[in-house]
């Protein structure tokens, strides 16, 4: 299944909706800059729960990211990028109830066994920027450098829907061989 674009409200009732339907969903293809905190925090608690991959082929940050990290098996293209920050209210600031938020997202992620270095570039990039994941990070989160649904991307037939959610099912290939992310040093980002 595909999630991109803006993640809005509603589209967590039509993700679940998608996984009543079409039992073959094994994995989300991931592009999206963010969104709704709200809508992506119940899309990744519920993929958690049924133990559906992600794989992100450029990027995905925000909301999108948690979703990411939540997941339980984590994909990714050579040169995607993984965006984190804290919790912003509806004008893009910090407040007291934003940084509530922060911390509580912070100790859910450590419960979700997301490694500190993560969870830490999220505590402490502000609302109005970005901080990127670097490969020692993603290695940590135990991140596979491939796109787990190459094979369905070939085989499935092309619909295109106005959402930001658009189902397709995707399989895995037997011959694929899992490529763990290489340990490096540096930051893609601020």
């Given at each position: 299944?595909?999630?991109?674009?803006?993640?809005?409200?509603?589209?967590?009732?039509?993700?679940?909706?998608?996984?009543?339907?079409?039992?073959?969903?094994?994995?989300?293809?991931?592009?999206?800059?963010?969104?709704?905190?709200?809508?992506g925090?119940?899309?990744?608690?519920?993929?958690?729960?049924?133990?559906?991959a992600?794989?992100?082929?450029?990027?995905?940050d925000?909301?999108?990211?948690?979703?990411?990290?939540?997941?339980?098996?984590?994909?990714?293209?050579p040169?995607?990028?993984?965006?984190?920050?804290?919790?912003?209210?509806?004008?893009?600031n910090?407040?007291?109830?934003?940084i509530?938020d922060?911390?509580?997202?912070a100790?859910?992620?450590?419960?979700?066994r997301?490694?500190?270095?993560?969870?830490?570039?999220?505590?402490?990039t502000?609302p109005?920027?970005?901080?990127?994941?670097?490969?020692?990070?993603?290695?940590?989160?135990k991140?596979?450098?491939?796109?787990?649904?190459?094979?369905?991307?070939?085989?499935a037939?092309?619909?295109?829907r106005?959402?930001?959610?658009?189902?397709?099912?995707?399989?895995?290939?037997?011959?694929?061989?899992?490529?763990?992310?290489?340990?490096?040093?540096?930051?893609k980002?601020?």
């Amino acid at each position: 299944m595909k999630l991109s674009g803006d993640i809005r409200d509603g589209d967590f009732v039509r993700f679940r909706g998608y996984l009543a339907t079409e039992r073959r969903i094994v994995g989300l293809d991931l592009d999206s800059r963010g969104g709704s905190l709200y809508e992506g925090f119940r899309i990744a608690m519920l993929a958690h729960q049924k133990q559906i991959a992600s794989y992100v082929s450029g990027e995905c940050d925000s909301a999108c990211a948690f979703i990411f990290l939540a997941s339980r098996k984590r994909y990714v293209a050579p040169n995607a990028k993984i965006g984190v920050h804290s919790v912003s209210n509806v004008h893009g600031n910090e407040d007291s109830r934003t940084i509530r938020d922060t911390i509580k997202l912070a100790r859910l992620s450590a419960k979700l066994r997301i490694p500190p270095s993560a969870i830490g570039r999220m505590v402490i990039t502000p609302p109005g920027k970005i901080s990127f994941l670097n490969k020692e990070e993603l290695a940590s989160l135990k991140v596979m450098e491939r796109n787990p649904f190459d094979r369905t991307a070939r085989t499935a037939t092309a619909e295109s829907r106005s959402s930001s959610m658009c189902g397709a099912a995707p399989s895995k290939s037997a011959s694929e061989q899992e490529r763990p992310m290489r340990n490096a040093t540096g930051s893609k980002g601020s």
